[in-house]
């Protein structure tokens, strides 16, 4: 049974960078997109990007895009968000959560489906 | 972009009672592509329904799902102290994207 485990909380300065990551327990990442899932305090769940590690490719929420990266290490089977130019809208749970989809191959674009797994979360509070 | 719409916020029942939610989307899903989660205070979302109607590993066949078009439903059949939570329906897609949830409360 995969298990996904997530890096411990972060306190963060106004403007400064977070990187988090989610390791596979028990199982690789091969043939699977993992998404990362934001939930501010209170609110409901916004993806922010996925990554698709078996074609190499990553996209982005418009809202994330450009302040969000993700990243894979396959010999380590980590994935890596990245959130810059933090500011206290960005306090909240992010969770790393393994779903699968297909490559739409008239359009190009990756379809996510639904999440069957998902880390615990990891809190990032940003206060100065 | 398609926004989901669920309704009602807040759904105030009884353990026993039938619960119905509901997801709208603005546009038609061409398919049947919806799944649900479960979603408890300090916890991960739980994924309780893909596809519109399959039930996810483990998830016991008190919850149904339907729908397709723009109008999808999850119906728990007979509410249990454990039922009581917040339910998000999610499109899949590119991107996916989540309605803001209902929160069934015991009343």
């Known amino acids: 049974q995969v298990q996904l485990v997530q890096s411990g909380a972060e306190v963060k300065k106004p403007g400064s960078s977070v990187r988090i990551s989610c390791k596979a327990s028990?199982?690789?990442?091969?043939?699977?997109?993992i998404s990362w899932v934001r939930q501010a305090p209170g609110q409901g769940l916004d993806w922010m990007g996925g990554?698709?590690?078996?074609?190499?490719?990553?996209h982005y929420a418009q809202t994330f895009q450009g302040r969000v990266t993700i990243t894979a290490d396959e010999s380590t089977g980590t994935i890596y968000m990245e959130i810059n130019s933090l500011t206290s809208e960005d306090t909240a749970v992010y969770y790393c959560?393994?779903?699968?989809?297909?490559?739409?191959?008239?359009?190009?674009?990756?379809?996510?489906?639904?999440?069957?797994?998902w880390g615990l979360g990891t809190t990032v509070t940003v206060s100065s | 972009e398609i926004v989901l719409t669920q309704s009602p916020g807040t759904l105030s029942l009884s353990p026993g009672e039938r619960a119905s939610l509901s997801c709208r989307t603005s546009?038609?899903?061409?398919?049947?592509?919806l799944a649900w989660y479960q979603q408890k205070p300090g916890q991960a979302p739980r994924l309780l329904i893909y596809?519109?109607?399959n039930r996810a590993t483990g998830i016991p066949d008190r919850f149904s799902g339907s729908g397709a078009g723009t109008d999808f439903t999850l119906t728990i059949s007979r509410l249990e102290p454990e039922d009581f939570a917040v339910y998000y329906c999610?499109?899949?897609?590119?991107?996916?994207?989540f309605g803001q949830g209902t929160k069934v409360e015991i009343k």
């Open positions: 999610q499109k899949y897609g590119s991107p996916p994207r």
């Open positions: 959560a393994r779903g699968t989809g297909y490559r739409d191959h008239e359009t190009g674009d990756y379809i996510y489906f639904g999440m069957n797994v």
């Open positions: 028990g199982d690789t990442f091969s043939n699977s997109a």
């Open positions: 596809a519109s109607s």
């Open positions: 990554i698709v590690p078996i074609f190499g490719t990553t």
């Open positions: 546009q038609s899903l061409t398919t049947t592509y």
